[in-house]
């Protein structure tokens, strides 16, 4: 054999392993850093019981409660729920939920439903024993009785949570180079000048632009549909990322800010198998009314439109 095929195959041989070395590397990496922001929920007393009508209480076809959220076989490609909460965590404080936004993944139709729960929404706060603000469960009780509480409200499970801390969030939207809104006033925020109309915003920007509500004529309204614009953004730029260095990237950026119960092994089967089938992200909105109670504002959603919401979930998820 020629000494110039011997030294190909040689430096082809080394290239490989040198590749196969670093792609195992950048494996572990990812592996490590998902796995430190995995974080179980917390077990709960108070069990979420959901009827076969959709409502909460009375006799029930099952019991759930965060212990045990239902198991989602996603090698077999089924559908499930997911709570994103933004956290406005500060030292010494536990923080509220500052956004509640539920998602439901159906890749059987191509599509991820979408819509916030008005963090002012008066609900039972579950385990608590009041009846409150629903952002205010996060303080209460954190995660678990977050979920506990939502899954109440609904009357429909969440399989999966994902906690961001809003400063958190502001770095995956720049690693993910940003996000395009179309703003339908103007108005200036925590001293950003958003103009009306197209806008490129960068991560500083887009949380601004998330979080103003009193000078938006829709108010709390107005404000979580501008979170979910946002929201929809960076779920379909998020989706359209291959390559795992960004991936290992993304994650090393977050890693402090971002918690989940969503296994390694979950997201690797989000990436392989649902990733691709995701085309579509439609939004709702539940509505209701302002009221003062006891000198308090809240948001009050009424039986039926609870109802309502619950048959929207169930009919997306079949």
Same mark, same amino acid.
């Given at each position: 054999?020629?000494?110039?095929?011997?030294?190909?195959?040689?430096?082809?041989?080394?290239?490989?392993?040198?590749?196969?070395?670093?792609?195992?590397?950048?494996?572990?990496?990812?592996?490590?850093?998902?796995?430190?922001?995995?974080?179980?929920?917390?077990?709960?007393?108070?069990?979420?019981?959901?009827?076969?009508?959709?409502?909460?209480?009375?006799?029930?076809?099952?019991?759930?409660?965060?212990?045990?959220?239902?198991?989602?076989? !996603?090698?077999?490609? +089924?559908?499930?729920?997911?709570?994103? %909460?933004?956290? *406005?965590?500060?030292?010494? #404080?536990? /923080? =509220?939920?500052?956004?509640?936004?539920?998602?439901?993944?159906?890749?059987?139709?191509?599509?991820?439903?979408?819509?916030?729960?008005?963090?002012?929404?008066?609900?039972?706060?579950?385990?608590?024993?009041?009846?409150?603000?629903?952002?205010?469960?996060?303080?209460?009780?954190?995660?678990?009785?977050?979920?506990?509480?939502?899954?109440?409200?609904?009357?429909?499970?969440?399989?999966?949570?994902?906690?961001?801390?809003?400063?958190?969030?502001?770095?995956?939207?720049?690693?993910?180079?940003?996000?395009?809104?179309?703003?339908?006033?103007?108005?200036?925020?925590?001293?950003?000048?958003?103009?009306?109309?197209?806008?490129? !915003?960068?991560?500083? +920007?887009?949380?601004?632009?998330?979080? %103003?509500?009193? *000078?938006?004529?829709?108010? #709390?309204? /107005? =404000?979580?549909?501008?979170?979910?614009?946002?929201?929809?953004?960076?779920?379909?730029?998020?989706?359209?990322?291959?390559?795992?260095?960004?991936?290992?990237?993304?994650?090393?950026?977050?890693?402090?800010?971002?918690?989940?119960?969503?296994?390694?092994?979950?997201?690797?089967?989000?990436?392989?198998?649902?990733?691709?089938?995701?085309?579509?992200?439609?939004?709702?909105?539940?509505?209701?009314?302002?009221?003062?109670?006891?000198?308090?504002?809240?948001?009050?959603?009424?039986?039926?439109?609870?109802?309502?919401?619950?048959?929207?979930?169930?009919?997306?998820?079949?």
């Amino acid at each position: 054999m020629k000494k110039w095929v011997v030294s190909t195959i040689a430096v082809v041989s080394v290239l490989v392993v040198g590749v196969a070395g670093y792609g195992l590397y950048i494996y572990n990496s990812v592996k490590a850093t998902a796995n430190e922001i995995y974080e179980k929920r917390e077990p709960s007393v108070v069990p979420v019981t959901v009827s076969s009508d959709g409502k909460t209480g009375g006799q029930a076809d099952t019991t759930k409660s965060a212990e045990n959220p239902p198991a989602v076989h !996603l090698n077999e490609r +089924e559908p499930f729920t997911v709570l994103v %909460m933004g956290v *406005d965590q500060r030292e010494d #404080d536990p /923080g =509220r939920s500052d956004s509640m936004i539920l998602l439901t993944v159906n890749p059987a139709k191509q599509s991820i439903l979408m819509f916030n729960i008005p963090r002012d929404t008066r609900t039972e706060i579950v385990g608590h024993g009041t009846t409150d603000k629903i952002n205010h469960a996060y303080a209460f009780g954190g995660v678990n009785m977050s979920v506990a509480t939502v899954e109440h409200f609904l009357g429909y499970p969440v399989n999966y949570y994902i906690k961001v801390n809003m400063e958190g969030f502001a770095k995956i939207i720049d690693l993910l180079g940003g996000v395009e809104v179309n703003n339908p006033f103007a108005f200036q925020y925590e001293g950003y000048d958003f103009k009306q109309g197209d806008l490129k !915003l960068d991560g500083s +920007e887009a949380l601004a632009f998330s979080r %103003m509500r009193y *000078d938006d004529p829709r108010g #709390d309204l /107005g =404000r979580n549909a501008r979170q979910r614009e946002i929201l929809e953004q960076v779920i379909n730029n998020a989706l359209k990322i291959s390559n795992v260095v960004k991936i290992e990237s993304l994650l090393n950026q977050v890693g402090d800010s971002v918690r989940t119960d969503i296994s390694f092994d979950n997201m690797k089967t989000f990436v392989t198998d649902y990733r691709t089938d995701l085309k579509t992200i439609e939004q709702v909105e539940i509505k209701g009314q302002g009221k003062k109670i006891n000198g308090i504002w809240y948001y009050m959603v009424s039986e039926e439109e609870r109802q309502r919401i619950h048959n929207v979930i169930k009919e997306h998820l079949q």
